[in-house]
C-alpha cells in the first residue's frame, strides 16, 4: 500500500494526542496528577494539537476535502465513519476536562467524570482507527488479530512516554509514569516484533490462481492492461525493496523502542534537570520512530489487486 | 446507505467466458466511450499523449499464461467491478456516496457525495474501483446503468456498452439471480467460478474458465528435432563428402 504521508503522521501523532489525553484524563480527573495550569495548559494543548494535527492531516488525502462533514453518516456500517463521530465526540468531554482541571484547578466530581468520559472517547477513536485498517480483508498483513491491539498498545505507549516527559519538564517527575512509560515502550516493541513474526510467516490463500479463477498449475502475468502506472498501482502497488524494509525495521526498532527504552531508565538514576532532558528525548526519538514504524506499516502491506499484475 | 439490502430483486451482472474472450479490447474502449458521456462521466484522462498517460477506465483486459500438467495456454482475462453480494466498497464508505441498489444489486457511487478517501478502492479486492484525480471522487463500473434501462435505445442494445461491443460473444448479460435465466443456464453448463471467493465478497460476476485441453489440440511439448544422423548409402556418402 503506498504509505501516503498525510496518513503517517494522522495515525502517529493522533495515536500520541488520544493516548495523552487518555492518561491525563484519567489521573488528573482522579486526582493522581495535581491540577497545576501550566502543566495543565500544556498537557491538553499537546495532546489536542497532535489530535487536530492529525485529523486535519487525514483531511489532507482527501479528493473533495469541502464534503468531509458527510464523513459523520454511515456510522452504522462503516469504521471511517465511527472513527469522525468519535474523534469529534471526545472533543466535549476534553474540552469540559480541560476547563475544569486546568483552569478552575479541580479535581474529583464533575472534572473526573468529564476526564474519564475523554479517556473512554479516546480509546473508542483509537479503536476504531485500528478497525479501519483490521477490517479490510483484501490486506492479509492488517486483516489480523495483530492490527487492533497494535494501535491501542501504541497508543498508550507514545502517550505515556509524552505524559512522563511534560511531568519531568515539570519537575513533578512521577516514578510509577515513569516505569510505566518504560513498560509500555517494551510492550510495544514485543508487540512489533510479535506481528513481523506473524506477517513475515503469512500463508495467504488469495493467489493468481484464485483472483483469475483459472484453477491448478501457474498462472503467470504476460501482459498488463496497460503500459504506464495507473491508480491501481501507485495507490495499492507500492513495492519496497526488502533489503531496505529489514534496514527500515532496525531504525524502526531503534527509534521507536530502544532509544526510549534506554534513555527512560537513565531518567530513573538522574536528577532534574538531566532526567527531563533524557525523557524529552525519549518522547522526541519514539515519535519520529512511530513515523517509520507507520510508513513500513502501510509499504509492507499487500493488496489482493497486485495479484493482478503478477506481483506475488 | 451504505448498509447492504439484506436480498435484492434480481441480480444483473456480467458472465465472462475465458475460453472465447481474444483479448482484442473492444469492451475497453467501447466501455470507455459510453461511460465518458454516461451516468458517472468524465473519465478523466492526465496527460493522455503525453510520457505518462494515466486515466479512469471501469474494464481492463489482462493476459496470463496459464501451465498445467495438460499443457499451457495464454489467457485473456477482463477485469472490472463483479456488482458483489457483500461488497466491502459500500459498506467501508462514510458518506453514504455508495451503495448497493436493492432492486438490481448494481453497486453504484453518488458522485455529489463522494468525499474522495478511496477507503472504498482499498476494501475492493479485485481493483474495481478507480480514483478520479480531477474530479477528486472515486469511480467504478455502472454496469451501464444508463443503457439497460434506457427506452432511447433498440431493444437489443439495452446491454453494457462492454457486452454489445464484443465480437466473440465472451460477454454475456442477464438476472444471476434467476436460476432459469439464460445467463444463469450457461454458468451451470460451463461450471462458472467466482473469483477470490475465499474472502466472502460473493460477487455476483461469473468468469467461464477455459474448455479443458482436448487430443486433438497441438502438442506444445512435443520432443525436439534430432540432429541428423550419417547414413548409410548415397544420401551418406553425400553428407561425407559435404562434411569434410
Given at each position: ?38 502543566l ?15 485529523l ?23 469504521w471511517?465513519?465511527?472513527e469522525?463521530v ?12 480541560g ?18 468520559m ?17 477490517s ?22 507514545t ?5 512522563n ?28 516484533l ?39 498501482l ?5 513495492r ?45 526519538s ?9 510508513w513500513l ?16 | ?21 481474444v ?9 470507455k ?59 467501508v464508505?462514510?458518506?453514504?456516496a ?8 448494481i ?32 469511480k ?14 433498440a ?72 540432429p541428423i ?11 561425407r563428402?559435404?562434411?569434410?
Open positions: 500500500m503506498h504509505p501516503a504521508f498525510s496518513v503517517v503522521l494522522f495515525t502517529a501523532a493522533t495515536g500520541a494526542g488520544y493516548g495523552l489525553l487518555a492518561l491525563l484524563g484519567m489521573l488528573g480527573g482522579l486526582g493522581f496528577i495535581a491540577a497545576d495550569i501550566w495543565g495548559l500544556v498537557g491538553m494543548v499537546l495532546a489536542l494539537v497532535l489530535i487536530a494535527a492529525g486535519l492531516s487525514s483531511t489532507g488525502h482527501l479528493g473533495r476535502p469541502e464534503r468531509a462533514w458527510r464523513a459523520f453518516s454511515q456510522w452504522r456500517s462503516s471511517l465513519s465511527r469522525g468519535a474523534s469529534v465526540a471526545t472533543f466535549i468531554p476534553a474540552a469540559l476536562f476547563i475544569g482541571w486546568v483552569f478552575l484547578g479541580r479535581s474529583g466530581g464533575w472534572v473526573a467524570v468529564a476526564g474519564l475523554a479517556a473512554a472517547g479516546a480509546v473508542t477513536t483509537v479503536c476504531t482507527t485500528g478497525m479501519i485498517y483490521a479490510l480483508k483484501p490486506i492479509a498483513q492488517w486483516h489480523s488479530r495483530y492490527t487492533l491491539p497494535a494501535y491501542l498498545i501504541f497508543a498508550a505507549m502517550g505515556c512516554v509524552l505524559l516527559a511534560l511531568l519531568q519538564g515539570f519537575s513533578v517527575g512521577s516514578t510509577a509514569v515513569l516505569t510505566g512509560a518504560l513498560l509500555a515502550t517494551l510492550g510495544g516493541w514485543a508487540w512489533k510479535a506481528t513481523w513474526r506473524y506477517n513475515d510467516r503469512l500463508d495467504i490463500p488469495t493467489t493468481a490462481n484464485t483472483a483469475t479463477g483459472l484453477a491448478g498449475g501457474t498462472v503467470r502475468s504476460i501482459e498488463w492492461p496497460h503500459t504506464e502506472e495507473n491508480y491501481l501507485k495507490e495499492m502497488g507500492f519496497i525493496a526488502r533489503k531496505h524494509g529489514e534496514k527500515l525495521r532496525w531504525i524502526a526498532q531503534a527509534l521507536a523502542f530502544a532509544a526510549p527504552a534506554i534513555l527512560l531508565a537513565i531518567a530513573f538514576a538522574l536528577p532534574w534537570p538531566f532526567a527531563t532532558a533524557a525523557s524529552v528525548l525519549a518522547a522526541i519514539q515519535f519520529a520512530g512511530m513515523l517509520v514504524e507507520r506499516f502501510f509499504a509492507e502491506a499487500k493488496h489482493t489487486v497486485t495479484l493482478y499484475y503478477g506481483r506475488q | 446507505m451504505t448498509c447492504l439490502p439484506a436480498q435484492t430483486e434480481k441480480k444483473l451482472g456480467l458472465v465472462i467466458d475465458l475460453d472465447t474472450c483479448g482484442c479490447q473492444a469492451c475497453v474502449t467501447a466501455c466511450e459510453w461511460n465518458t458521456g454516461g451516468y458517472m462521466a468524465p473519465l478523466t484522462d492526465t496527460d493522455p499523449y503525453g510520457g505518462h498517460a494515466d486515466g479512469v477506465w471501469f474494464n481492463r483486459v489482462h493476459a496470463y499464461e496459464h501451465t498445467t500438467e495438460q499443457g499451457g495456454r495464454t489467457v485473456n482475462f477482463p477485469r472490472s467491478c463483479l456488482h458483489c453480494e457483500q461488497p466491502a466498497c459500500v459498506t464508505c462514510p458518506t453514504g455508495s451503495y448497493k441498489r436493492a432492486s438490481d444489486g453497486v453504484l457511487v453518488d458522485e455529489d457525495k463522494c468525499i474522495g478517501c478511496k477507503l472504498c478502492s482499498w476494501a475492493c479486492p479485485y481493483g474495481a474501483r478507480e480514483f478520479d484525480t480531477d474530479v477528486g471522487v472515486m467504478k463500473c455502472t454496469l451501464c446503468v444508463d443503457r439497460i434501462y434506457n427506452d432511447n435505445l431493444a437489443e442494445d439495452r446491454v453494457p456498452a462492454c457486452v454489445a461491443a464484443c465480437p466473440t460473444s465472451a460477454r454475456h448479460f442477464g438476472d444471476l439471480g434467476d436460476p432459469a435465466s439464460a445467463i444463469s443456464q450457461l454458468v451451470a453448463a460451463r461450471g462458472g467460478v467466482d473469483l477470490m471467493p475465499e474472502l466472502g465478497y460473493k460477487p455476483t460476476n461469473k468468469y467461464l474458465p477455459p474448455r479443458a485441453h482436448t487430443e486433438r489440440s497441438a502438442k506444445v511439448d512435443a520432443p525436439a528435432l534430432e544422423k550419417a547414413e548409410g548409402g548415397f544420401l551418406g556418402w553425400i553428407d563428402m559435404l562434411s569434410n
